[in-house]
């Protein structure tokens, strides 16, 4: 029996210039459970589309015992038996759980669905996971730890070798996530391989064999789960810390807040939310994914609809219902997924800038072109958008100037308060610097910015003061002055 | 190649993308005027206006329609049942009172069209196909299933009456698309309309009330096909219950020759009008010809096909 049963030999990523992965070698032992941490867009999520036939690596190969692999779909990884368990299910709500566990597989006598066969292979394997399931169940009637079962289940019946799971606990309780440790724990038994990617670092120590961490696209750590501890993980999770100049001097304690959020429930089954924001400070919340921090920016800009709470703008209740009523009330918001929920990607520039503040570029009644333009031209000046004119599409900028066009439409409504989700994923160092540039000229002018990241450098150097998030809650509260480290193992602790 | 070039070419890709299928039928009317002699005198063209004109001005509210993101095919409905209403309440009111009221008709449709698709989230095309039917069974509750005639001479004046040399529902035609375009680039409506259909998400995360400019898109839909309709029964005099029947196929056909994307947030009305004028030509071509209506019917069907096709395809490589 071979030792290694996956190698990964010098793997280069790179979409559109922007490098995401560089040269990762990488072994996976064989029956071991490997946990992979990093921060969001430390490369995890490409990595694994790339063992998994999603993506190509630019450049390196990838071996299963030692034979070397060439996928060019997901479907011929499904085929050398490596499962992927993403975080969204991939099963069919309205089929039964029998059905999602052999769809397109499913064992057939002259072309008919042999449905004797099926029964007898599912309760094979139901028999290896060691929990019943009913095989008739609708999957929609199942709990999501059920859910993920069946998912295993599912790549059980394709005689998967290696499952890789992204964040199975996510939204797990602790007693489900128990059971589902049992699973995984009956499935190495067995001499299956998992990679199991996690923010949760209590669930790293009690559950894997090897603990490998991605940092900015480089395998930095690769190491026996005993000869790691949570100081060393949180140490080497934040590297370098970033040289960005530490924080201005906290605007005058001493003045009103400009925003109070009471009790603010954005979702069923999550615990209130209390905080308030000053007029040019910029608060940081962060925590993991899933800790509820877009959650909780979205309720206070009236996109989601809050179960209930408060919120107080200059002493004054102020109702929130839709993001229309927020930007009457100055607030604003750019949203964590600029493409989807940020831009019009088939439209231009100029269209994309106004969009937030039309009313501001009329005259006598009609929308003025001349306004518009003066608006583009001091934007693109003061962000330092690269676009060819006016005209172009936001489809055909990179991420970072679109990111500059969605904080550039904010900035024409001038809100007092602008709420930033994730104004940083996914766009390279120099874009990075030149959004923190922004929020900080934003703050010494006077407004006041919720920066809501999960990249905890940019949020230890950026934020007067940091809020940490942890399963649906604020846990703690940071200032600058505080070690980075506290930061980062508040926040990977969550729950803890 | 530097990145000025770079750019260049992308924004060539994107004129072709937003002209292309323009471009192509304007080559292919170049064709028909040298094959068809006698194609490009003034009385042709004023000719082929004329009979653009009702399509086209329910092309107009459909175009908005489309670039809001909506899809409208109970347009053809509404012609019908505007045209009978128009003829038929003239014989208790004068034939102004009467147009009003079915302006309003058309109107009220558009908005129930915008409720259900907007605020229930019925799959606009399928409100508007439940609205169709509907709107054809007033139609025919209305008229009884006889033709509706009526005979005011100021009336038939807006679909057969002139302004010097020039035919008013023409006058009335253009005057329409110059006031939509002007809406469509300089109002807030025409500008959330196309931002809706580009991504309703995004604007309505920039504070815009999405759901009543998304209705307002019906509304003008609505609006335009009981003026649409109005012209008709001005032209003929006439209208039987069975009016406007394949007309909403002609108007969206119009809207998406023109360069309006099927998918929403682009287009312009001045597009449509090209595309208008384009079906026209196609039908006299084909009149011209000999060729059978059921070609027509195939040839028609295969050009929407090919417009959306290419559109589409081209979207889907994209992402």
Redesign the interface.
């Known amino acids: 029996m071979p030792q290694i049963l996956l190698s990964l030999d010098g793997i280069n990523k790179s979409f559109s210039n922007v490098s995401v992965l560089r040269n990762i070698d990488w072994d996976v032992h064989y029956g071991k459970v490997h946990a992979l941490l990093g921060e969001n867009g430390a490369g995890k999520s490409t990595l694994i589309k790339i063992i998994s036939g999603v993506y190509t690596a630019s450049s390196g190969t990838v071996s299963l015992e030692g034979r070397q692999l060439d996928f060019t779909s997901p479907q011929d990884a499904v085929k050398a038996g490596i499962n992927v368990i993403y975080q969204e299910t991939s099963l069919i709500p309205t089929l039964s759980v029998l059905e999602n566990v052999f769809l397109g597989i499913e064992p057939k006598k002259h072309n008919v669905i042999d449905s004797v066969a099926m029964r007898k292979k599912y309760a094979e394997v139901n028999a290896q996971i060691g929990i019943d399931i009913n095989p008739e169940q609708k999957i929609s009637l199942l709990g999501i730890a059920e859910k993920k079962i069946v998912e295993i289940m599912k790549a059980l019946a394709r005689e998967s070798r290696l499952i890789i799971m992204d964040e199975p606990t996510d939204s797990l309780s602790g007693k489900e996530v128990s059971l589902l440790f049992n699973v995984i724990s009956d499935l190495k038994k067995r001499g299956i391989t998992i990679i199991y990617i996690t923010h949760f670092l209590d669930e790293v120590f009690r559950i894997s064999d090897r603990i490998t961490i991605l940092k900015d696209g480089r395998l930095v750590s690769d190491a026996d789960a005993d000869e790691m501890s949570v100081e060393l993980i949180v140490k080497s999770m934040v590297g370098d810390v970033m040289k960005l100049e530490k924080a201005p001097d906290y605007p005058s304690k001493s003045s009103e807040p400009r925003l109070s959020v009471k009790n603010l429930v954005p979702d069923d089954d999550v615990p209130s939310s209390s905080f308030c924001l000053y007029p040019g400070e910029v608060l940081g919340i962060t925590g993991v994914v899933g800790a509820g921090k877009s959650e909780l920016g979205r309720a206070l800009f009236g996109a989601a609809k809050k179960k209930s709470g408060e919120i107080i703008l200059d002493g004054k209740i102020c109702r929130i219902n839709s993001p229309k009523d927020a930007v009457r009330a100055g607030i604003g918001m750019t949203t964590e997924d600029r493409k989807d929920t940020g831009l019009l990607l088939d439209d231009s520039i100029l269209h994309n800038l106004t969009l937030a503040s039309l009313q501001k570029h009329m005259r006598k009644g009609f929308i003025s072109t001349g306004l518009e333009l003066k608006l583009y031209k001091g934007t693109k000046e003061k962000l330092g958008i690269k676009c060819t004119d006016s005209d172009q599409h936001l489809r055909f900028l990179s991420g970072g100037n679109q990111q500059k066009v969605v904080i550039g439409k904010w900035l024409a409504a001038d809100p007092d308060i602008l709420i930033m989700d994730e104004p940083t994923r996914g766009i390279d160092i120099g874009a990075k610097q030149a959004v923190y540039q922004i929020i900080r000229a934003l703050a010494a002018a006077g407004k006041s910015v919720i920066f809501i990241s999960s990249e905890v450098p940019g949020v230890h150097a950026l934020c007067h003061r940091i809020l940490v998030m942890g399963r649906g809650s604020i846990r703690k509260e940071f200032f600058p002055e505080d070690p980075i480290e506290a930061v980062m193992k508040a926040m990977l602790e969550g729950e803890v | 190649m530097n990145l000025?070039d770079k750019?260049?070419q992308?924004?060539v890709r994107?004129i072709t993308q937003k002209y292309g299928i323009m471009i192509l039928f304007s080559i292919l009317s170049i064709i028909i005027s040298i094959v068809t002699p006698n194609f490009l005198n003034a009385q042709n063209i004023i000719n082929i206006l004329r009979q653009s004109s009702i399509i086209g001005v329910m092309a107009i509210g459909t175009t908005f329609v489309i670039i809001g993101g909506g899809f409208d095919i109970s347009v053809g409905s509404v012609l019908a049942l505007s045209a009978a209403m128009a003829l038929g309440l003239q014989a208790q009111m004068h034939w102004l009172a009467s147009t009003v009221i079915v302006l309003l008709v058309g109107i009220g449709i558009g908005l129930a069209n915008g409720f259900l698709s907007a605020k229930i989230g019925i799959v606009p095309i399928i409100a508007t196909l439940g609205t169709q039917t509907v709107v054809r069974g007033l139609t025919y509750m209305y008229t009884g299933g006889y033709p509706v005639t009526g005979d005011s001479q100021s009336f038939q004046f807006i679909g057969s009456g002139y302004i010097g040399k020039i035919p008013f529902p023409i006058i009335l035609f253009l005057t329409m698309v110059a006031l939509w375009q002007f809406v469509l680039?300089?109002?807030?409506l025409g500008?959330?309309s196309?931002?809706i259909g580009?991504?309703k998400?995004?604007?309505?995360?920039?504070?815009?009330?999405v759901d009543f400019y998304q209705i307002m898109t019906f509304v003008i839909g609505g609006g335009m096909a009981a003026l649409s309709g109005i012209i008709y029964a001005a032209r003929l005099s006439s209208a039987t219950p069975l009016a406007g029947q394949g007309y909403d196929l002609d108007a969206i056909a119009s809207t998406v020759i023109g360069g309006t994307?099927v998918s929403g947030?682009?287009g312009s009305i001045v597009g449509t009008l090209i595309g208008v004028l384009l079906m026209t030509i196609l039908n006299n071509m084909f009149n011209l010809m000999g060729v059978q209506v059921y070609v027509q019917y195939l040839v028609k069907g295969m050009i929407i096909l090919l417009v959306v096709g290419i559109d589409s395809y081209s979207k889907k490589q994209?992402n």
């Open positions: 000025t750019f260049n992308k924004n994107q680039s300089k109002t807030p500008r959330y196309c931002a580009g991504n998400e995004s604007t309505r995360l920039s504070g815009v009330n994307s947030g682009q994209k």
